[in-house]
T-cell receptor, first 116, second 115 residues
Framework: DTAVSQTPKYLVTQMGNDKSIKCEQN?????MYWYKQDSKKFLKIMFS???????INETVPNRFSPKSPDKAHLNLHINSLELGDSAVYFC???????????????FGAGSRLTVL | AQSVTQLDSQVPVFEEAPVELRCNYS??????LFWYVQYPNQGLQLLLK??????LVESINGFEAEFNKSQTSFHLRKPSVHISDTAEYFC?????????????FGRGTSLIVHP
């Protein structure tokens, strides 16, 4: 039973299209994240949600819009896709409230987006 | 802002040889330190973490890392590597003095184990 699952695993699309990536966690965690990993493997935080509320929004174009319908789901919608959006997008989750303060993230397997 | 430096982008090594993957961070005050591993086509998995107490921490598969506060380092070591250790390794730091629980990741070190 996958702890953090993302769909789709691969996504190939044309520039200008709109696409979504879905993420679900069954760990009961209260916080979810989206990270972007570029071609050089650099991991950059994009968004963080705690109990469905946006708490971190790094410098990301407003073409990217996260949506959290409940604390087990965090979806990423991308409008007007550009070539530079090609990357692997990782969803992650963690438990902040009541924890030791050490924020250990559980990652999904990633969604590879290729924009042509 | 906190920064994490992984000095080697790639470390090739022969099977059964020892290896050290280096990690330095910018803050010397209260931090939590982590190593994550990413196997090909998979997400990152926690390998080990330092929160407090003993400065030497170990993982279940033979890796260890030592927190060195004076050198602001958290190098990862294994005395004898296996082919299956081939993966990307990421060092990460949570800087508690800035109240930030979001870990900052290094750029990763690709460990390549040759037979």
């Amino acid at each position: 039973d996958t702890a953090v699952s993302q769909t789709p695993k691969y996504l190939v699309t044309q520039m200008g299209n709109d696409k979504s990536i879905k993420c679900e966690q069954n760990l009961g965690h209260d916080t979810m994240y989206w990270y972007k990993q570029d071609s050089k493997k650099f991991l950059k935080i994009m968004f963080s949600y705690n109990n469905k509320e946006l708490i971190i929004n790094e410098t990301v174009p407003n073409r990217f819009s996260p949506k959290s319908p409940d604390k087990a789901h965090l979806n990423l919608h991308i409008n007007s896709l550009e070539l530079g959006d090609s990357a692997v997008y990782f969803c992650a989750s963690s438990q902040l409230a009541g924890g030791t303060g050490a924020n250990v993230l559980t990652f999904g397997a990633g969604s590879r987006l290729t924009v042509l | 802002a906190q920064s994490v430096t992984q000095l080697d982008s790639q470390v090739p090594v022969f099977e059964e040889a020892p290896v050290e993957l280096r990690c330095n961070y910018s803050s010397s005050v209260s931090v939590y330190l982590f190593w994550y591993v990413q196997y090909p086509n998979q997400g990152l998995q926690l390998l080990l973490k330092y929160l407090s107490g003993s400065t030497l921490v170990e993982s279940i598969n033979g890796f260890e890392a030592e927190f060195n506060k004076s050198q602001t380092s958290f190098h990862l070591r294994k005395p004898s590597v296996h082919i299956s250790d081939t993966a990307e390794y990421f060092c990460a730091v949570s800087d508690l003095t800035r109240g930030s629980y979001i870990p900052t990741f290094g750029r990763g070190t690709s460990l390549i184990v040759h037979p």
